[in-house]
């Protein structure tokens, strides 16, 4: 395990780790709690130096991050130098349940015979299949709806930074209002649910406590 986001730190324990047979960079492409976006560059260049694979989960990446939504390595041009991707069906592909791995052949056909998930989960029900295949039909035909989502992710990011809130991580739809208050958090989140006109707003804080900070955030 290494530090959040510490390419120093990565490199320290891949060279820890030398006398490994196989060595595997494991990371989120995108981190669901601020919305970060994982340094892939620097990660594959290490791993290409050490001789390591590199394994992303993009379930918050997917659909939302590159040109044509397929993902944190689009976004960054790294897609060529990432060996197994794993996502889900169940965000932006709409589906609502079910996930995928994509990677070597024969790593693909280990999973098929010796992933207890994959073999002891019932097959995905035929409309999610159908819904998350149209999705992905969708992004791969035309860049539209990345680019719609991109742009109103940043009209939320600048208004709510105009209006005097803090917004943490980068440029991915997650939005974590940094509010640094608990009670205030889950305030809002109330108020948010009350007051939405067309819709309800579903937004429910997150927020943690250790010896030296607290942070409430309203991930929206």
């Known amino acids: 395990r290494y530090k959040h986001m510490d390419l120093n730190d990565l490199e320290e324990k891949l060279k820890e780790s030398q006398s490994s047979r196989l060595r595997l960079v494991v990371t989120d492409g995108v981190f669901s709690m601020d919305g970060d976006v994982a340094p892939l560059q620097g990660i594959c ?48 592909l709409g589906g609502a349940a079910g996930g995928y791995t994509v990677g070597p052949k024969a790593l693909i056909e280990l999973l098929r015979q010796r992933s207890r998930p994959y073999l002891f989960s019932n097959s995905l029900p035929p409309p999610v299949v159908g ?26 990011r600048n208004n709510m930074t105009q209006a005097g809130f803090t917004i943490s991580g980068t440029a991915h739809p997650i939005c974590p209002v940094m509010l640094g208050d608990a009670r205030l958090a889950s305030l809002m989140a109330d108020d948010m649910l009350k007051l939405g006109k067309n819709s309800d707003i579903y937004s429910p804080s997150n927020f943690f406590s250790t010896k030296q900070i607290m942070q409430a955030r309203q991930p929206v």
């Open 131 to 156: 819904c998350a295949t149209h999705a992905v039909e969708l992004l791969l035909a035309s860049n539209e709806i990345a680019q719609s989502m991109a742009a109103k992710t940043m009209r939320f």
């Open 45 to 92: 260049d290490l791993a290409e130096q050490y001789g390591a694979l590199v394994f992303i989960d993009e379930c918050h990446a997917t659909g939302f991050l590159g040109p044509r939504g397929r993902g944190t390595d689009e976004l960054l041009g790294v897609m060529d130098r990432v060996h197994i991707v794993n996502s889900t069906l169940g965000k932006a």
